[in-house]
């Protein structure tokens, strides 16, 4: 069972950039499909990206041309570039182990305990 940490969260300004990584740890994190999720305060949970197990990428339409995910298989660790940072990115970000369908991506695994990102000047 694949077990996942999230970590490079901080404070960045406006116009900013932060990577998160999902380094995993049981299990061969290629053999997986891996989403980043994140959660605003007051609101719900949303998907933001996600990388499958063939590599092929998806990501959301408020992220779409400022964050890139990517994947290491040689450190296990999956990333999430993030740039060009606005304040409605301010959130805890999650990944997790998805499942892709034709509608989108969603959550199989459990939610760790996530990384705080925090867009402000």
């Known amino acids: 069972q694949v077990q996942l940490v999230e970590s490079g969260g901080g404070l960045a300004q406006p116009g900013g950039s932060l990577r998160l990584s999902c380094a995993a740890s049981?299990?061969?994190?290629?053999?997986?499909?891996i989403g980043w999720f994140r959660q605003a305060p007051g609101k719900e949970r949303e998907s933001v990206s996600c990388?499958?197990?063939?590599?092929?990428?998806y990501y959301s339409d408020s992220v779409k041309g400022r964050f890139t995910i990517s994947r290491d298989s040689a450190k296990n660790t999956v990333y999430l570039q993030m740039n060009s940072l606005r304040p409605e990115d301010t959130a805890v970000y999650y990944c997790?182990?998805?499942?892709?369908?034709?509608?989108?991506?969603?959550?199989?695994?459990?939610w760790g305990q996530g990384t705080q990102v925090t867009v402000s000047s």
């Open positions: 997790v182990r998805a499942i892709v369908y034709r509608t989108g991506w969603y959550r199989s695994g459990d």
């Open positions: 049981g299990s061969t994190l290629a053999s997986y499909a």
């Open positions: 990388i499958g197990s063939t590599g092929a990428t």
